[in-house]
């Protein structure tokens, strides 16, 4: 690891001026990617924020139709909140299959989604619930937010506040985890709104990151059964192939993870 | 036996230091004005070297010296050696290709060390070893044995044309041919054996320092075998001579092979402790070093035929091997897929012709050498592949062929050199049908099936050569080093008594099971006798531990030794007693008079001998004695594995739900140390089965180069394992031990893919196998593959 400066931010106003007045100001909301590659050199920040110490970045609000976590919100807390499991329990499910427990006690939901890695899990629940991520300077709907390979709408001195996730009638998570690394090579998130209208989101499985399935959105539209799953053909065409899986497979794990989810739902 | 004696399962005596955190390691040595090591290393997997230019770096803060090939060699270090010299078939030594600790003009494989920066810090000798500039004229590089065999293939060495560094062969290939073509069936596979990264889980590491006061240097490394090194440094790499060299191997965090050899880091960080003035050097490896410096294991292709007549009675064995030896001969890898391969083709059984054919081939990847089995798990995995595959063309139940062409009678020669001393193979496949419940797998898998699972059972009878190994035979056949073991026993004055073996403990246990070969012929605690290894200024000398060898060869040495010491205190004690030395026996820590109470202490025989007050008429002072021991013959631990699996048809994961491992190890001494030795091998057997894969681009990149793509098994990928054990005694070695430390990676990984195939219905299937792997094997033999 090269020499960088450590600070612990007490508020966001005082993280954006500790970034803004850093050579190359790195913010740090769990570190589960951003120290690992550190110590292999292969990022070097002059400065490290802080961020998971800031009060108002921390919580959880469940109330009416809507789920509201703090960016700075471990996994461990979403996973094992009442007001989670009670309103959204497919969230704090997938908050569970994240990592393992030393992961979830240190990991945030706004270090995940900032960091919008294609294989990680919370961007599927954000995606597939049509969240709304708050920032200290606007909100982004979901849909905007993910713009590719760990790219995101987010503006560099722009942080993450909280995400607001929508009550859904019904909704699961499945994931098919990469065997080394755990994270996910496929995950299905599934949801049946309120308003009847349905949303998928496929993780791990894109080579452009997160994306809605519009095949499986339009299937289970129509029929909301692991049955409509069969008769959809999923294109291996933008899928990830490396050598864990092939975009073949890959495929083949949208359909049969969607399938577990509608049946978990 | 008595309570810690042989048999005991006695809690080990280094879990206290282990699982506090008090474990002593190289990194943990800490000498004063140390420095620390960086290296430089290759990012291209072949390339010239234009030019090195480290004046940047030597410009950097705390940077003490950047040193480079030319130096190496200007200074008279020797090239890396391979200690095992194999001829090919038509006579011709083998095609060695020159091996640099540092090289500065050709590097052959992504992670070569090129340069070595030394600075005050960690850290400083990392942000140095950055600014060192290589300039690199690319070469065409390749990867696989199949391209590097190709005609106009990119060369590795000018030394092996064609990048064949020998092309060697056993047995009778007139004789196997005339079986093939005369036979009723045979049975035809190609099959693959996937390279394997090592994985302890210390990294290597080493420190070292010059004393130029007395011109001697001190080594602290990472070691299986701490006096092999000190060898191997002193009489081939030219770094110092032996009793000028101290070798210190402290506590070592697993080896699995990849500690035996001697690589170029400790060689560099001997050599800079002098060019710097006596500093000492360390160097730690970080995980992704390790990776691409540690010597990987197996990566094998072969094609294999078995030939059998109407009584489904095996008649004949061709087996045809290409080896990936990667990009230079590392110290032991020669014997690896020849001596400790094919003359373990017989397996279990009674094959009466065997030929088998070995190219070695050069690639542009990290060196290839002995990993947990080296030889014997490649040669079980053909072997029990083949029969598993045989049974199911034959149409008959797979442990019924087996134990049709089962070896009965003992000694029994092999074709292939290796003659097995003892065994009993009916009863370890009896011990491990009855553990799995065989008879009751078919009501399984139609319950499985009915949840939409896919449900197979595998079979695998393994065997192995452990014990390494008679001098005089492995000298016959290139070794370049005797394998006996030595030991000292030394009774102190108080009657504490102190071990020195030449063994090396870096997980087996050793300061507890051979505490308890003492505690058994002595009677006395285990707390009172210490188990002294891995430094080569307190040990006479010694082989080191691999190959399953430190019970079998090092207790043995210890048995001989201890022979000689009882005998002694026995005279002591008669004398003391004034009795007949005939009449004296030990019991319980005591020397007695038989059928009296009568009986001396060993702290009164220890006194008698140190004090020399009242010993007998012309008897040297002091209790101290040595023994080497040379064995006989291998050992060979064999046994029957049997696995069970559940496949999901619609992902192709693959799921263990029982697995039994029935072995015969001969005499044991601690069975629960021999529970965890199986375990950990056959975590090891099915990581390669289901996991592991240590990939290459064909432009010689690790593409599984760090934990994000290395598949370790973790606990949660394995079932709790089902260990019986049956015996027959090695009448070899005075204790009648045969070795355990490699079996269960030996032995496992056949039988997780005879299980999956057989869940699958398709034997067209390689390792690991990968849930894509499995899901595609399952569309191509014509199964649903969603089932629901």
Known sequence: ?265 | MGAEGIGARVKRKEDKRFITGLGKYTDDVELPRATHAAFVRSEHAHARIGGIDASAAKAMPGVVDVLTGDQLVADGIGNLICGWAISSKDGSPMNMGAYRALEHEIVRHVGQAIAVVIAETDSQARDAAEAVSVSYEELPAVASVEDALKAGAPQLHPEAAGNLIYDWEIGDKAAVDSALSGAAHVTRMEITNNRLAPNAMEPRAALASYDPAEEHYTLYTTSQNPHVARLVLSAFYAVAPEHKLRVIAPDVGGGFGSKIYIYPEEIVCLWASKKIGGRPVKWTAQRAESFVTDAHGRDHVTVAEMAFDADNKIIGFKVNTKANFGAYMSLFSSCVPTYLYATLLSGQYNIPAIYCDVQAVYTNTVPVDAYRGAGRPEATYVVERMMETAARELGVDPTDLRAKNFIQEFPHQTPVIMCYDAGGYDAHMAAAKEAIDYAGFPARKAEAASRGKLRGIGTSCYIEACGIAPSAAVGSLGAGVGLWESAEVRVNPVGTIEILTGSHSHGQSHETTFAQVVADRLGVPIDTVAIVHGDTDKVQFGMGTYGSRSGAVGMSAIVKAMEKVEAKAKKIAAHLLEADEGDIVIENGEFKVAGTDQAKTMTDIGLAAYTAHNLPEGMEPGLKEGAFYDPTNFTFPAGTYMCEVEIDPATGQTEIVNFVAADDFGTIINPMVVEGQVHGGLVQGIGQALLENAVYDDSGQLLSGSYMDYCMPRADDVPSFEVRHTTTVCPGNPLGMKGCGEAGAIGSPPAVINAVTDAIGNNDLSMPATPEKVWSAIGAAGMPQAAE
């Open chain 1, 1 to 265: 690891m090269y020499q960088t400066t450590y600070h612990k931010a007490a508020s966001v106003a005082e993280a954006v001026s500790l970034l803004s007045g850093a050579e190359d100001g790195k913010l740090l909301a769990g570190g589960h990617t951003l120290l690992p590659t550190m110590k292999q050199r292969l990022a070097s920040p002059s400065d490290i924020i802080d961020i998971t110490g800031i009060a108002e970045l921390n919580g959880i609000d469940a109330s009416g139709d809507t789920v509201t976590v703090g960016a700075a919100t471990p996994h461990a807390d979403v996973e094992t909140s009442a007001a989670v499991k009670g309103a959204i329990p497919a969230l704090a499910a997938l908050a569970g299959t994240i990592g393992d427990p030393h992961v979830r006690n240190v990991g945030t939901l706004g270090g995940s989604i900032a960091n919008a890695d294609p294989a990680a899990d919370y961007p599927g629940a954000v995606l597939g619930l049509g969240a709304t991520v708050h920032t200290n300077q606007r909100t982004i709907a979901a849909d905007d937010f993910f713009t590719g390979l760990f790219e995101t709408a987010l503006n560099d001195d722009e942080i993450i506040t909280s995400v607001a996730f929508p009550v859904p009638a019904q909704a699961a998570y499945a994931k098919f985890p990469n065997p080394a690394s755990r994270y996910s090579m496929t995950g299905v998130f599934v949801a049946k709104m309120k308003d009847g209208s349905v949303r998928v989101a496929v993780t791990g499985a894109g080579d452009d990151g997160v994306f809605r399935s519009s095949a499986l959105e339009a299937a289970l539209s129509s029929n909301w059964s692991a049955d409509a799953v069969d008769g959809v053909d999923i294109s291996a065409d933008g899928l990830l192939s490396d050598i864990h899986a092939s975009a073949a497979y890959r495929a083949n794990l949208i359909k049969q993870m969607a399938k577990r989810a509608v049946a978990a739902a």
